[in-house]
């Protein structure tokens, strides 16, 4: 089975900016969370979708949101970019609900 | 709220010898998953193990094992006769069953170095 994949792997965006981080999960898995990684604040929750409602939330302004498609595919926006939005979004999915995640190669965004 | 600590942030050691990375974890659910997790260079968190808070079992996995006890909320990963391929950072995670138990809250990770 293919694992998780994410697209684009890099991105390089200015302040203001807005970008869309894409997710395909596992075959067959119906959860999908995303998580931030930055040196400061080391690993992030930021929200999970499961069959397409997004059912947990992390401590992160509104600026940031996501989907999760009938395919279970997933995106995430960040709208209106800020220097502190540089990090490695990473996407995993899981089967059900209380299972194992499997995490995606991330997303590496920098913003100038 | 539930927590991870990863008190220790590098661990240099030589190749063949035994590591132990420890985990403290809080919680008050009853029911929670316990998990590690590891990074190489490349970004991928490439996961162990995965533990119900209701087993207690030790596992061991080759040259990997886990300690979990609940008594002292500890979670331990030993790496027995390490390699140099082992040089990773490695997260310990926790959820809770509340809300759905795939909110995962990590420790800070510990950056193991593995030199010949």
């Known amino acids: 089975k293919a694992g998780v994949t994410q697209t684009p792997r890099y991105l390089i965006k200015t302040r203001g900016q807005q970008v869309t981080l894409s997710c395909s999960p596992i075959?067959?898995?119906?959860?999908v969370s995303w998580y931030q990684q930055t040196p400061g604040q080391g690993l992030q929750f930021l929200f999970e979708y499961f069959s397409e409602t997004q059912r947990n939330k992390g401590n992160f302004p509104g600026r940031f949101s996501g989907r999760q498609f009938s395919n279970s595919r997933s995106e995430m926006n960040v709208s209106t970019l800020e220097l502190g939005d540089s990090a490695l979004y990473l996407c995993?999915?899981?089967?059900?609900?209380?299972?194992?995640?499997?995490f995606g190669p991330g997303t590496r965004l920098t913003v100038l | 709220a539930q927590k991870v600590t990863q008190a220790q942030t590098e661990i240099s050691v030589v190749e063949k010898e035994d590591v132990t990375l420890d985990c403290v974890y809080e919680t008050r659910d009853t029911t929670y998953y316990l998990f590690w997790y590891k990074q190489p260079p490349s970004g991928e968190l490439v996961f162990l193990i995965r533990r119900n808070s209701f087993d207690e079992q030790n596992e061991i996995s080759g040259r990997y094992s886990w300690n979990f006890q609940k008594s002292t909320s500890s979670f331990n990963f030993t790496i027995t006769a390490s390699q140099v391929v082992d040089s990773a950072v490695y997260f310990c995670a926790l959820s809770e069953a509340k809300g759905g138990g795939n909110k995962l809250t990590f420790g800070t990770g510990t950056q193991l170095k593995v030199e010949l």
């Open positions: 995993a999915s899981s089967l059900v609900e209380a299972d194992t995640q499997y």
């Open positions: 075959s067959g898995h119906r959860s």
